[in-house]
């Protein structure tokens, strides 16, 4: 079975400043697709950002962009410009050719200091 | 408003209780799925519907049952439980097949539940 990791259980960041999130994955499929869902307090996970393994451009979706290195299984999530609105649990994820199957990691919470 | 609702949000029962959760998905997805999330590990995906036919069973004890009447409409009944059940249970859905917004999971917000 596919495995997603994310190794660090907690993160701290500056208002307005950068921080990356790490996770890894294993597969031996080609064609996957890669998420970062974002939990804040309030519990609902919703969608931060996709990538589709065929594709070699990083998906980037406003202050949010990841580093896909598909050949060290490596699927970092860059936040730039960091607001308080931002903490939340993050969970990385993946889903392989069987549809109904999404993996995801154990999370990172992250911090936001004012 | 959120394209998946769930009811109740926060359930407290017995361990001789009954109780459903139930979910209700307004995306007109055809797949929909039910996870448990304890603290500090892993989603743990416990079943998965699609086009209401049952397609995954995680290994999940019998004393949860999933019932899914139609693509948007998901319950999970719930009896016997025990204390170690007590988590979020978050119900999802997606869309299987192709198009932009294929392959993504919604979730809802999630039902509380705590096993007295």
């Known amino acids: 079975a596919q495995t997603v990791t994310q190794s660090q259980p907690e993160m701290s960041v500056q208002e307005a400043e950068t921080v990356t999130l790490s996770c890894t994955y294993d597969?031996?499929?080609?064609?996957?697709?890669l998420f970062w869902y974002k939990q804040p307090p309030s519990r609902q996970m919703i969608l931060v950002i996709r990538?589709?393994?065929?594709?070699?451009q990083n998906a980037t979706e406003n202050r949010f962009s990841v580093n896909f290195q598909k050949a060290a299984k490596s699927f970092s999530l860059k936040i730039s410009d960091s607001q308080l609105g931002d903490a939340a649990m993050y969970f990385c994820?993946?889903?392989?050719?069987?549809?109904?199957?999404?993996?995801f990691g154990s999370g990172t919470k992250l911090n936001v200091k004012p | 408003e959120t394209g998946v609702t769930q009811t109740p949000r926060h359930l407290v029962m017995g361990m001789t209780n009954k109780k459903s959760l139930k979910c209700e998905q307004h995306?007109?997805?055809?797949?929909m799925y039910w996870y448990k999330q304890s603290a500090k590990k892993p989603l743990e995906l416990m079943f998965v519907?699609?086009?209401?036919?049952?397609?995954e069973n995680n290994s999940v004890p019998s004393r949860f049952s999933p019932e899914c009447p139609n693509s948007s409409h998901l319950f999970l009944h719930l009896h016997t439980l025990q204390p170690e059940d007590s988590a979020l249970y978050l119900c999802?859905?997606?869309?299987?097949?192709?198009?932009?917004?294929?392959?993504?999971?919604?979730f809802g917000e999630g039902s509380w539940l705590t096993v007295v």
């Open positions: 999802a859905s997606s869309q299987v097949g192709w198009g932009r917004d294929i392959n993504t999971i919604y």
């Open positions: 597969t031996s499929e080609s064609d996957y697709y």
């Open positions: 990538q589709e393994a065929y594709k070699q």
């Open positions: 994820a993946y889903r392989g050719d069987n549809f109904n199957k999404f993996y």
């Open positions: 995306l007109g997805h055809n797949a």
């Open positions: 519907y699609n086009f209401k036919e049952q397609t």
